[in-house]
């Protein structure tokens, strides 16, 4: 929590360890559709021809990826690239 010494973050987050294989990729598309699904929700935000109003959102979002530094995995291999699949907000 907010009250916890500041070496109790990193001392946590060292003794998370991996169970399965990423799907890093349709997760992160999955993080940004939702957002983007805010964005469009607000109607105040984005006006035409009068550019952004970024004071009218009462929210931020701050997107963590936490990784081992290794080599991304999923059931058919190893990937080189980060992929995300596009949205799938029309």
Known sequence: GTKDP???FL?????LRATSMTT????????????????LMQAEIDT???GRNPFFIPHFAVIWVL???G???NTS???QLLTIPE????
């Open 24 to 39: 890093l990729g349709p997760a992160l598309r999955c993080t940004f559709d939702m957002l983007n699904h805010f964005r």
């Open 77 to 79: 291999g190893v990937e």
């Open 11 to 15: 001392e946590v987050l060292k003794t």
């Open 48 to 50: 035409y021809a009068q």
């Open 87 to 90: 949205s799938t907000l029309t």
């Open 67 to 69: 990784t081992d530094g």
């Open 6 to 8: 500041p070496g109790k």
């Open 71 to 73: 080599e991304l995995t």
